[in-house]
């Protein structure tokens, strides 16, 4: 046979050979050797629900403290370490300032100077020594060295950092032996107990939020999700990214830290239809989201889309139609095609 015509007739055979076979995994798809599965259902019924857009946000605390020094010194001493609880009050650095201490001494040597010689012309004054006039005179420099002493005292309070509020070191930018600064930050200071969701949310749909609005959220990482309460919007749009932040508050969860990302479903336009199905209709493949659809005794595969997961239901937004039925019950091992049997 010419060289020319050996690729033609092998690949005329190659096809034949193939267009011969068959695929039992084909075959079974087309529910022929398949055994019928037995399979509880329900009917979906659709709501209407507006538009969602997802956009991402973060955990925050609701009260974030960023400790800082108010004078300059070195650090004696930071008792607390990366993730340390403290309760209100509690010691969180400690600043030497040796001039500071001897402002405080010579603050209280002028205050009780002048108090030794206010109470000397009262006196002088009860026994007609004296005039008005001088004790008036010793009365106000008391008076300034009150003062004196008061602020010396708070100067001295400077040097011992405490926490304003209960909560969790979360960051720590200095350690013992650093200087400090005037508005030096030192350590960051949260109460996750109470934490809260922020999310950009674009101008347009900005508009559309009201305080109090429930909208719905989502931490992956945690694994969780809930419908939380708007608190606040922010009142002008940022010029760069033409968004206005959104705080939305959310109940405690032991699994939720700040800072993990999130992400919130905001209201859009135009409505859609959603579904509530048990979570143990749907199944995961990598990315792909699973249900099973019941069909003339037959099930299908679909693929879809979820949005909220709640109280052991599923928000189905995209890949099912009102009145279908959804398989719940003995899908797991079910493969497109597959006969089936409804039980109740």
Do not use: W
Request: charged share 20%; net charge neutral; with cysteine.
């Amino acid at each position: 046979m010419p060289h020319k015509y050996l690729f033609p007739t092998l690949l005329l055979g190659f096809l034949l050979t193939a267009a011969g076979c068959k695929d039992p995994a084909h075959d079974g798809a087309t529910g022929k050797t398949l055994p019928t599965a037995e399979v509880r259902v329900i009917t979906v019924a659709g709501q209407a629900a507006q538009g969602q857009n997802q956009v991402a946000g973060a955990v925050e605390s609701l009260q974030r403290a960023t400790i800082g020094a108010k004078i300059s010194g070195p650090i004696e001493e930071i008792p607390v370490t990366l993730g340390s609880t403290v309760k209100k009050g509690a010691l969180l650095a400690r600043i030497s300032a040796g001039e500071i201490a001897a402002r405080v001494a010579q603050a209280e040597a002028q205050f009780g100077q002048a108090q030794r010689n206010f109470e000397r012309e009262k006196r002088l004054l009860e026994q007609d020594a004296s005039t008005r006039e001088t004790v008036k005179s010793q009365e106000d420099a008391y008076r300034v060295a009150q003062a004196g002493l008061r602020e010396a005292g708070a100067m001295r309070d400077y040097t011992r950092i405490t926490a304003p509020f209960a909560g969790i070191i979360s960051q720590k930018m200095a350690n013992a032996g650093d200087l400090a600064t005037p508005g030096m930050p030192l350590l960051v200071l949260e109460n996750t107990e109470h934490l809260q969701i922020v999310a950009p949310a674009p101008e347009g749909q900005a508009m559309k939020i009201k305080k109090g609005d429930p909208l719905a959220v989502m931490v992956p990482a945690a694994e969780f999700s809930q419908t939380g309460t708007v608190t606040e919007i922010g009142p002008a749009a940022d010029l760069a990214s033409r968004t206005a932040l959104v705080k939305i508050r959310i109940d405690p969860n032991p699994a939720l830290r700040p800072g993990q990302y999130a992400r919130v479903a905001l209201p859009g336009g135009a409505g859609v239809n959603t579904f509530q199905v048990p979570e143990t209709a749907l199944f995961r493949f990598g990315q792909m989201e699973r249900i099973f659809v019941v069909r003339d005794n037959t099930v299908q595969l679909r693929l879809v889309r979820s949005g909220e997961h709640r109280d052991g239901q599923v928000e189905i937004l995209a890949g099912l139609n009102g009145g279908e039925q959804v398989v719940i019950q003995g899908g797991e091992r079910l493969v497109d095609g597959q006969p089936v049997t409804i039980v109740p």
